[in-house]
């Protein structure tokens, strides 16, 4: 199902929590709801399930609103805080989880088998939730999101409290049911967002500020092409007049001046790998190194959200 998110806005008193954003999210696509701390992102999360009363704009899910109601069985959602029913054994849970869900009840004992092999619970299904490691905490509350095997996905920080090794099975896991499903998830671990997500939006006081992929949002913040450079058999004084001069080159910082390393930074729109391959032909220099210069998606997080 598609999400269509049309200038939705909820305020605290004077505190405008989510300020007019708009943005669609298409069936089978993942999307990364990314931004610091009271950014907004928990508060559209909960309009987007109907948890909490819209105050402005609308919520458009296959073509209906979400103030009706009736879309609450389409949507499975993991709170930022998890909510677990501590004293339940796990499968309990899981059922009494389908029930509310409304699964049939021919159907609940196989939903439940199926969660608990998907969500790794087959080791601790019989014990009571407060028996459990934070991590497999969260993989209950995993399996209550998807236990009525909802169209659309909204996951708040799924990750938290997994070691490395759950974070990359619960990773392939969203991937696996991104193909199908419409997915947003929200995390503070930016590795994770590029290794699930198609899509990335960041939000920050209320307002979108950034939507496209990482390679997108790389070349919008960045604007210049980077690369590191070694050159052998120059003097430095020399190779950083002739950089310099070049006229695809914006500016050349030396890295290293024993060892010939330089940062080239292009002008605005162009590259500098061809005038930098001739120049070192031109003087029989020995360009051993050539190395592009991403721009972390951790640098432009904090460059969108720091203001």
Not at 239 to 249: E, N
Not at 250 to 269: C, H, L, Y
Request: net charge neutral.
């Amino acid at each position: 199902m598609d999400i269509s998110i049309q200038n939705l806005g909820k305020s605290y008193g004077l505190q405008k929590a989510v300020d007019g954003i708009s943005f669609d999210v298409k069936t089978g696509e993942i999307l990364g709801f990314l931004g610091p701390n009271g950014a907004g992102k928990t508060t559209t999360m909960k309009m987007i399930c109907n948890y909490i009363t819209i105050d402005q704009g609308d919520v458009i899910i296959g073509g209906k609103s979400v103030k009706t109601g009736e879309l609450k069985k389409y949507i499975g959602y993991l709170p930022e805080n998890n909510p677990l029913y501590l004293e339940m054994p796990v499968i309990d849970y899981l059922e009494f989880c389908a029930a509310l869900q409304q699964v049939p009840k021919a159907q609940i004992p196989d939903r439940v088998r199926q969660m608990v092999r998907l969500c790794g619970l087959n080791v601790e299904k019989h014990k009571k939730i407060a028996e459990l490691s934070k991590g497999y905490r969260q993989r209950v509350g995993l399996a209550q999101a998807m236990i009525h095997d909802p169209e659309i996905l909204i996951l708040d920080e799924p990750t938290t409290g997994l070691d490395p090794n759950q974070i990359v099975e619960i990773r392939e896991l969203i991937r696996q049911l991104g193909r199908q499903k419409t997915v947003i998830l929200s995390t503070h671990i930016l590795p994770e967002v590029e290794a699930t997500c198609d899509r990335i939006l960041i939000i920050n006081r209320g307002k979108i500020v950034a939507d496209g992929t990482a390679d997108t949002l790389r070349k919008q913040s960045q604007g210049q092409q980077v690369i590191r450079i070694k050159i052998d058999d120059a003097n430095t004084e020399s190779a950083f007049q002739a950089l310099s001069g070049l006229p695809s080159v914006g500016m050349v910082d030396i890295i290293d001046g024993t060892n010939g390393r330089f940062e080239i930074q292009s002008k605005p729109e162009m590259t500098a790998n061809k005038d930098i391959f001739l120049l070192c032909a031109k003087n029989n220099w020995i360009l051993s190194e050539s190395i592009p210069f991403e721009t972390k998606l951790e640098d432009i997080f904090r460059d969108l959200t720091l203001n």
